[in-house]
């Protein structure tokens, strides 16, 4: 069984850029959830995809924007960066029945300079 | 709003003494609550998962409490090591909705 695996692991980007960060769900769930972690801060929501549709969305504006493909993989894709959106990009699974459990993925690093 | 608060904020502590992670929530109708451990720079690893229905659960040195109608949940660390310094987060899902909220954490520090 292979756990939840991101791409890539660090990224650096320039404001106004955009940005396509990925993540591979755990073998048998079929619920992605993407969270951004500032320096010294909690993980806040960003969206959930279950079934290839968005399943819930925290208060991130439009230009946070996802995919979940019918392999359940993901991807963010965030638009013209600002430098407030340097952080951890962390990834979670879980099976949309029972526990809900999620499984994360070591993150990928985001810089926007 | 679910809000989660963990207190204390950092802590540091010698080898082999006992310890209590505090988190509180404000809103008492969750699903379940989890907790985390997230080394510097790193991805969050499951620690234990608490239904609203049960009052603990236990993994070798640990032991997670949960007060539903008090809002408060306790990770206590037993024997603390070295290898334990981490961050510990706490997080909740609520009965509606899939996603979790998050505490800020708190840094422990185990001197040898």
């Known amino acids: 069984e292979t756990g939840v695996t991101q791409s890539p692991t660090h990224l650096i980007k320039t404001r106004g850029q955009q940005v396509t960060l990925r993540c591979s769900s755990q073998?048998?769930?079929?619920?992605v959830s993407w969270y951004q972690q500032a320096l010294g801060q909690g993980p806040q929501f960003i969206f959930q995809y279950y079934r290839e549709e968005e399943n819930g969305r925290g208060n991130f504006p439009p230009r946070f924007s996802g995919l979940q493909f019918p392999n359940y993989s993901s991807e963010l894709n965030v638009n013209a960066l600002e430098l407030d959106d340097s952080a951890l990009y962390l990834c979670?699974?879980?099976?949309?029945?029972?526990?809900?459990?999620?499984?994360f993925g070591p993150g990928t690093r985001l810089t926007v300079t | 709003k679910q809000e989660v608060t963990q207190i204390p904020a950092a802590l540091s502590v010698p080898e082999g003494e006992n310890l209590v992670l505090n988190c509180s929530f404000t809103?008492?109708?969750?699903?379940?609550l989890q907790w985390f451990r997230q080394d510097p720079g790193k991805g969050l690893t499951s620690l234990l998962l608490?239904?609203?229905?049960?009052r603990e659960q236990t993994s070798g040195r640990l032991n997670a409490s949960l007060d539903k109608s008090s809002g408060r949940s306790t990770l206590y660390i037993a024997a603390s090591q070295p290898g334990d310094s981490a961050t510990y987060l706490c997080a909740v899902r609520p009965v509606e909705g899939g996603q979790f909220y998050f505490g800020t954490g708190t840094s422990l520090t185990v001197i040898p």
């Open positions: 073998s048998g769930h079929n619920t």
């Open positions: 608490i239904q609203s229905s049960q």
């Open positions: 809103d008492s109708a969750i699903y379940n």
């Open positions: 979670a699974s879980s099976f949309a029945r029972g526990s809900y459990e999620q499984y």
